[in-house]
């Protein structure tokens, strides 16, 4: 029950969703969950290790986030989950070789269920320079949860390398309506500059470059949003 408990405030609160959690702040909705989890984690599962590793890699502890990754596949080697968290942690971390065979793994456990991983293989491509294959990714998931604002970013930047700035600009205005409609400003590249959490400079180089050639704002003289992104 209160690993149930855990996820449920965990996803919630990342999504933005606390206020209909019954708490007003992000650090309340966190709180909960990480309260929920300590006590789920009396006894260890996969599940409880994959969430421990997803509120590290949010942190910036990318160490801490793949050892718990790493726990959760080792309870389970069949665990499709567990290697999508572990893929997570490895691409912020900047180890991209690492996360793109823990995705194969991902994708070879549950190949009926590809849609998830869509994402991460878009960014770990991205940062790796195959801007026209993180595109295609980008451009899956975003088709498959086009209501999800976070993924929009990395499109735009691969947009932006790959010099396609028509479609950049029709992501810029997809993803911005999104932020609207969930009461937030719109995104500008110092938004992105400030609270971005991949651990290596080359990768937030590669991303905020993306973002310029895009043709998103660039927002340096405009206090960045107070939502924490990923």
Do not use: C
């Amino acid at each position: 029950a209160h690993l149930s408990l855990a996820a449920a405030w965990w996803w919630s609160t990342r999504r933005g969703e606390y206020l209909v959690m019954g708490v007003t702040t992000y650090p309340e909705g966190l709180a909960e969950a990480k309260s929920h989890l300590k006590a789920a984690m009396k006894t260890p599962t996969p599940l409880g290790h994959r969430i421990q590793s997803e509120m590290y890699r949010s942190a910036g502890q990318f160490d801490e986030a793949i050892a718990e990754a790493e726990r959760a596949v080792a309870l389970d080697r069949n665990n499709t989950e567990g290697y999508k968290a572990l893929a997570s942690a490895q691409i912020w971390a900047g180890r991209l070789n690492d996360a793109m065979k823990s995705l194969q793994t991902a994708d070879r456990l549950d190949p009926e269920n590809l849609r998830p991983n869509w994402a991460y293989h878009g960014v770990a491509n991205l940062l790796l320079g195959n801007y026209a294959e993180a595109a295609r990714y980008l451009e899956l998931s975003v088709a498959a949860r086009p209501n999800l604002d976070w993924t929009y970013r990395y499109l735009i930047a691969a947009y932006g390398h790959l010099g396609g700035t028509e479609k950049a600009k029709e992501a810029i205005q997809k993803m911005n309506e999104l932020r609207i409609a969930n009461g937030y400003r719109p995104w500008t590249v110092a938004d992105v500059a400030s609270f971005s959490t991949l651990k290596r400079d080359k990768d937030k180089e590669t991303l905020l470059l993306g973002l310029t050639k895009a043709g998103l704002p660039s927002g340096g003289d405009v206090e960045a949003t107070s939502q924490r992104i990923d």
